[in-house]
């Protein structure tokens, strides 16, 4: 697949004979990752209490990157691709942390020749949704990045590299999505380690798109001056969080898919009094329930973006899904909790 990276949105904006035409299934120079949705404990990770996250395998970025022919240094020419099922967008304005990723891999490189780099790149999910699209693109250019500069990262090298940038977006960043992203299937962030949880049953998650933007910086700017402003609202929130997700992740264990269901709820109870769920969210969790999900909450850092449900079986997980496009819903996804590939 060719893939010409002039926009048709903007032309003469970058001369003909300057267009970088790539090649994405290129073995070289390419890196690609994937979303994720929080099953539990969003927000409070931030502060050290565990959450759940499960990657989402058709939510994908791919990201190529060569050497820029306009000279200079740093990332000189950027593209951006970003599609739903509504709309697709274009932008050639890259993101700072991107551009101070870029400019970090490039001091590591040995071969110096290379000092200024394109890069193009294609997301199948849209970004702002808390769907972890930020560190699956700068997981993507890293990924890219590494492979054209010759820097022989290793994996943890790369989750350093894309943990830095996810500081830099989200102010703060607990680190959940700079793992998720790059990891397959569920897992669990608690006190800075990882470990993937137990699965007693088989169950699916429909994640449905609000089409609204989430900004999760934002979302976490906000819950820290609320804790601020309200000495002891901290403590109460995380062990609440944490004695729910605990609780799920032995449903969870257990096979127990009417109870993490609850819990699921639960986590819903708890952060909606915060202010963090639009609208169009809380329309598309009563949709779910309606259509019979086991649970159904907010995901991510909230203000926006998407709503998961619970289902037990896959025809159940169709139901919901349709009940949830005709309530609106920009773009839906269905996973397993455990893929057929890694099932024992
Ligand atoms: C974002 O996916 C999850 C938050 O808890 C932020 C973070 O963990 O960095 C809201």
Known sequence: ???????????????????????????????????????????AVVYGAPAVALSVPDAICRAVALPSRLGGSGLMRFRFRSASTSAVQV???????????????????????????DIVMRSSFPAGRGLGSSAACARAAAEALNVLLDL??????IHDVVQRAENRTHGRASGIDTYA?????????????????AVGRQAWVVIADSGTVSSTRQAVEMLRTRFVQAPGSRRAFLEASEALTVN????????????????????????????????????????????????????????????????????????????????GAEHIWRVPLVREEHRS
């Open 248 to 327: 799920g992740l032995h449903a969870l264990a257990e096979g127990d898919l009417n109870r993490l269901g609850m819990r699921l709820n639960d986590a819903h109870a708890l952060l909606q009094p915060l202010g963090l769920v639009t609208h169009a969210v809380q329309e598309l969790i009563d949709a779910a329930l309606a259509a019979g999900a086991l649970g159904a909450k907010m995901t991510g850092g909230g203000l926006g973006g998407c709503a998961i449900a619970l289902t037990d079986t896959a025809a159940r997980a169709d139901a919901v899904a349709a009940r949830l496009r005709r309530n």
């Open 152 to 157: 022989s990262l290793s994996p943890a090298g």
């Open 1 to 43: 697949m060719e893939y010409d990276a002039s926009s048709p949105k903007s032309p003469g904006m970058i001369p003909s004979h300057d267009r970088p035409v790539l090649r994405l299934d290129s073995p070289l120079c390419r890196g690609q990752a994937h979303g994720k949705v929080i099953l539990l404990g969003e927000h």
């Open 91 to 117: 932008t050639e304005q890259a993101q700072p942390e991107l551009s101070a990723l870029v400019d970090d891999l490039l001091e590591r490189a040995a071969d110096r020749h290379v000092q200024a780099v």
């Open 181 to 197: 992203t790059g990891s397959p299937g569920l897992l669990v962030l608690d006190k800075g380690r990882t470990r993937t949880p």
